[in-house]
């Protein structure tokens, strides 16, 4: 018997299991659950092989699954649907678009990555908010990965799990990102945050109580749409890819920490890359040091690189970020790709109320969607459900 390591996931996970039962007409062979996450700092770092700092978030996308002749889809998002793929060697399966994209996108990949899968029945349900920049794909791909791997044998370690849980999303789906969110699914660990160097996956888990310090992490769904996100994120690592290229470096990772380009854009996307990583560095040393209330401004310095230098915030996130400020929040920034999405704020649980009153009143003011804010905290990674 496994021992549930999150009730919520064990919950979710019994709403998959019913799914497939109405669906399929028997008792799924196993059940797994993959997080969402945050990340709370090291942002557009992951793709120029640099330092990110993400943690799980208690939603899950729980994946019931049993082998099959056939592979079949079920989702009990929206009305639920039931998806046939007959021939996932072909990354244009028929029929097999929006969210079953990534169920067969992970099949296709873990058979181009050497660990065969034979067809399955799959139902998932998920709590992981959708288009939040909370995760909500990769915490699907992951818990379908898992599920795959498990029925048909495989002992794949985790990170290189992410690595084909990415190449799902890349190839599969079409996607051009990092390896941040999978391995943040995969590889993040209860009441931890998780330093990650990109470039080999190595990994530190920090300690990151911060109800024990009398701080409260708020997330902030701004509630707007991504917009323009996949072009933008595509021409920010043309952009990152072009400026090593100009160094002659590898990656801009390895540039050097005061390199200059002559062209601005490309400065500036440099300038944005090299400070972040260092903001990571400096994020974990003041963890190590027990002084969690002094990572605020390391959070809102990198909120300020990424709205002025990188380009990708929002004027829904930039109000999030403000708000928060002037409320009294010790750091905030936007979380995940930008362009809408999530914003973070660590604040003093005290003011945890007038934060959250403050970026609604704000975001009415301005008249933006209403903000959802919920707080954060530190939940498990990917793990059978049953
Ligand atoms: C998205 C991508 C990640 C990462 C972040 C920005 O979440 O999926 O790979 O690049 O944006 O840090």
Redesign the pocket.
């Known amino acids: 018997m496994l021992k549930p390591i999150d009730a919520h996931a064990v919950e979710l996970a019994e709403t998959a299991a019913a799914a497939f039962r109405a669906t399929f007409g028997s008792e799924p062979e196993g059940v797994w659950a993959a997080p969402g996450r945050v990340?709370l700092i090291?942002?557009?770092?992951?793709?120029n092989d640099g330092f990110?700092m993400p943690f799980a978030l208690p939603f899950y996308a729980a994946a019931a699954a049993s082998k099959a002749d056939t592979w079949e889809f079920h989702s009990t998002y929206g009305e639920g649907a039931t998806v046939r793929a007959e021939d996932l060697g072909s990354a244009a399966a028929d029929g097999v678009d929006g969210w079953a994209a990534y169920l067969a996108g992970v099949a296709w990949a873990l058979n181009e990555s050497g660990y065969p899968v034979a067809p399955a029945r799959i139902a998932i349900h998920s709590d992981v908010p959708h288009g939040a920049?909370l995760?909500s794909s990769a915490a699907l791909e992951c818990a379908v990965l898992l599920a795959l791997a498990d029925l048909y044998g495989h002992e794949i370690d985790r990170p290189e799990a992410a690595r084909i849980a990415q190449r799902a999303e890349n190839e599969y789906v079409g996607a051009p990102?990092?390896?941040?969110?999978q391995s943040a699914s995969l590889l993040c660990m209860e009441g931890n945050v998780m330093f990650m160097d990109c470039r080999d996956l190595a990994r530190e888990q920090e300690p990151f109580d911060l109800a024990a310090e009398g701080l409260t992490m708020l997330v902030i769904d701004t509630n707007a749409p991504h917009r323009h996100a996949d072009g933008e994120?595509a021409s920010r690592r043309a952009d990152c890819e072009e400026a090593a290229r100009l160094l002659g470096v590898p990656s801009l990772r390895d540039a050097p920490r005061h390199a200059y380009l002559d062209d601005d854009r490309l400065s500036r996307r440099l300038r944005h890359v090299v400070s972040e990583n260092q903001r990571v560095l400096d994020t974990v040393q003041v963890l190590k040091e027990g002084l969690v209330a002094r990572i605020g401004p390391l959070l809102t310095a990198s909120h300020v690189s990424l709205r002025d230098d990188y380009e990708v915030s929002s004027v829904e996130l930039d109000s999030a970020v403000e708000a928060s400020l002037k409320a009294g929040a010790l750091g905030a920034r936007m979380t995940?790709?930008g362009f809408g999405g999530s914003a973070i704020a660590l604040v003093e649980t005290a003011a945890a109320g007038k934060v959250e009153a403050a970026v609604i009143e704000a975001a009415a003011a301005k008249g933006l969607p209403t903000p959802r804010v919920f707080t954060a905290r530190a939940a498990a990674g990917a793990h059978r459900v049953r």
């Open positions: 990340n090291g942002e557009h770092t992951d793709y990110v920049g995760s990102t990092g390896v941040l969110d994120y995940g790709g």
